[in-house]
C-alpha cells in the first residue's frame, strides 16, 4: 500500500474515532464551565459533532500566554479552528485558517494564538472548534513567557532569546494581540494574517512595538498598523507548511522579517480580516 494511501486511511480513522470522542475536560462547552490550565501539554482531546472546548488562561503583568492546537487532518476534513476572549466575552481574534493546501498529502495542523497582559493581571478564554461538521482528535500545548518594552531587546533578555535562538534550535514568539490598557501601544496595531504565519524573534516584537509607540507620540490619532506574515513557528518561509509559498524562500526565515500595511479606516469597517475579503 503507497505512503499516501496509508496516511490517508489512518488520518480517516483518527477522524472518525473523534466522532463519539469526549475527552476528560468534559463538559467545557462554554466559558462558564471552562477548563484552567496550567503550562505545558495535554494529549488526546477531541472534538465531537456539535462540540466546542472552553479553556481559561490567566496571565500575570508583563507575560506574553501562547495557546496552540495540533493535529492532522485531510484537507478540509477534520479542520479544527480557534478563537480567544478576552474577560470581558470580546473577540481578540481566531486562526484565520489557511485552506490552500498543495501538499500532498497534508499531514499536520496547528493553530496558535497568543495574548499579552502590560498592565496588571488579566485572564483569557481560548475556544476550540471544528470547521461546520469536522471532528477530530488534537493536543494543545500551553506557553508563558515574560515579556517588557524597550528599544534594546539584549537589555532585557539573553541575546540568544533575542534571535531565536537557543541552544540551537529556533524558538520563536508568536505575535501577541496588544494589551489595550498598556498605556505603551495600546490597540496600536492589528494581526492580519494567519495565526501560523505571525512567529517572530522577541527582538522584532519589541522593535515594532517600540516604533509604533514613536509614531504614535509624533503622530497622534495614527490609524493601527497592520501586521502581515513573519514566520512559521519552525522559522521557515510563510507558505512553506502547504507548499504554496507566500514569498520568496528564505526572505521570511528564523522570525527577522515582518510585512507590515497601514490600511485606510474605510477599508477596515467594510473588511474587519482583509484575508477574507
Known amino acids: 500500500m503507497k505512503k499516501?494511501?496509508?496516511?490517508?486511511?489512518?488520518s480517516l480513522v483518527v477522524i472518525l474515532s473523534s466522532c463519539g470522542f469526549e475527552d476528560r475536560f468534559e463538559p467545557n462547552d462554554d466559558p462558564s464551565t471552562a477548563t484552567h490550565l496550567e503550562v505545558g501539554t495535554e494529549t488526546d482531546l477531541g472534538i465531537s459533532i456539535h462540540d466546542q472546548d472552553w479553556f481559561q488562561l490567566g496571565l500575570q503583568d508583563s507575560q506574553i500566554g501562547t495557546f496552540g492546537i495540533e493535529y492532522t487532518h485531510l484537507g478540509s476534513l477534520g479542520n479544527l479552528n480557534l478563537s480567544v476572549y478576552n474577560s470581558n466575552s470580546d473577540l481578540l481574534g481566531d486562526s484565520l485558517y489557511n485552506p490552500y493546501n498543495l501538499c500532498l498529502p497534508p499531514v499536520n495542523g496547528e493553530d496558535y494564538l497568543s495574548v499579552l497582559s502590560?498592565?496588571?493581571?488579566?485572564?483569557?478564554?481560548?475556544?476550540?472548534?471544528?470547521?461546520?461538521?469536522?471532528?477530530?482528535g488534537y493536543n494543545l500545548n500551553v506557553a508563558l513567557a515574560p515579556y517588557s518594552d524597550g528599544s534594546d531587546c539584549s537589555a532585557e533578555y539573553d541575546s540568544d532569546d533575542c534571535l531565536g535562538l537557543v541552544d540551537n534550535q529556533i524558538k520563536l514568539h508568536h505575535f501577541p494581540f496588544p494589551d489595550p490598557d498598556d498605556g505603551f501601544v495600546e490597540n496600536g496595531y492589528l494581526l492580519e494574517t494567519y495565526s501560523k504565519y505571525r512567529w517572530a524573534r522577541r527582538e522584532v516584537i519589541m522593535y515594532l512595538r517600540y516604533a509604533l509607540y514613536e509614531v504614535q507620540q509624533q503622530f497622534p490619532g495614527t490609524s493601527p498598523l497592520g501586521i502581515i506574515d513573519i514566520s512559521?513557528?519552525?522559522g521557515l518561509t510563510p507558505g512553506m507548511d502547504t507548499c504554496n509559498l507566500r514569498h520568496p524562500e528564505t526572505t521570511h526565515s528564523q522570525g527577522g522579517n515582518i510585512d507590515v500595511a497601514l490600511l485606510s479606516d474605510r477599508f477596515r469597517q467594510q473588511c474587519p480580516h482583509y484575508l477574507r475579503c
Open 118 to 136: 502590560l498592565s496588571g493581571n488579566k485572564e483569557f478564554f481560548f475556544q476550540v472548534f471544528g470547521a461546520p461538521g469536522a471532528v477530530n
Open 232 to 234: 512559521q513557528h519552525d
Open 4 to 10: 499516501s494511501v496509508v496516511w490517508t486511511v489512518a
